[in-house]
């Protein structure tokens, strides 16, 4: 099983909007409303942000939102903040029955 | 609130095996689903197991077929990853994490260090 696909880094001003994608196949992202995106800050645990594409838990900014098109999920930020710098990973239940991660993205609040 | 407490990483030789342990708590352990998920140092998050919420199947990555083991205990809410012929790239922190009936983690642990060594 290979890992989704995202941008290694994604950058913005503070109160601007940024969208990382998250690309896979038929076999995973495409075949399931099954993705998720998580946060992780250095040295700690990731922190869930959306489930079921599109998804927040309680206690989530309505700053973050989860969209899917065909092979695709995509995470936006809008209104960034300094506090959004972190790792961003998106994962997908597979075909197979097994789990798969993106390969992060390194998110700058310039 | 839900906690996840790992146990039992350390330093073992390539070849090796060690037990990973997950104390739960906070929560209905038998009602969800669990997860193994490991990051290398410096890399990103890699999916290791999952165990159905009685215990009764599971699935694993291919990366560890046949050398890992997810096993659970409903009774004593825990959780545990049987590693076996340990390589140099099963290096990294082991997190358990709970299935948010979606398939995917939503709780996570805060993750025990596992270093393939001579």
């Known amino acids: 099983q290979s890992a989704l696909t995202q941008p290694a880094s994604v950058s913005g001003s503070p109160g601007q909007s940024i969208t990382i994608s998250c690309t896979g196949s038929?076999?995973?992202?495409?075949?399931?409303?099954?993705v998720s995106w998580y946060q992780q800050h250095p040295g700690k645990a990731p922190k869930l942000m959306i489930y079921a594409v599109n998804t927040r838990p309680s206690g989530i900014s309505d700053r973050f939102s989860g969209s899917k098109s065909g092979n695709t999920a995509s995470l936006t930020i809008s209104g960034l903040q300094a506090e959004d710098e972190a790792d961003y990973y998106c994962s997908s239940h597979t075909t197979s029955n097994t789990r798969v991660f993106g390969g992060g993205t390194k998110v700058s609040v310039l | 609130q839900v906690q996840l407490v790992e146990s039992g990483g350390g330093v073992v030789q390539p070849g090796g095996s060690l037990i990973l342990s997950c104390a739960a708590s906070g929560f209905t352990f038998n009602s969800y689903a669990m997860h193994w998920v490991r990051q290398a140092p410096g890399k990103g998050l890699e999916w290791v197991a999952v165990?159905?919420?009685?215990?009764?199947?599971?699935f694993v990555a291919d990366s560890v077929k046949g050398r890992f083991t997810m096993s659970r205990d409903n009774i004593n809410n825990m959780l545990f990853l049987q590693m076996g012929s340990l390589t140099v790239e099963d290096t990294g922190v082991y997190y358990c994490?709970?299935?948010?009936?979606?398939?995917?983690?939503?709780?996570w642990g805060q993750g025990t260090l596992v270093t393939v060594s001579s």
């Open positions: 038929s076999s995973d992202v495409g075949a399931f409303n099954y």
């Open positions: 994490a709970r299935d948010s009936n979606a398939a995917l983690p939503d709780y």
């Open positions: 165990r159905a919420k009685d215990g009764s199947h599971g």
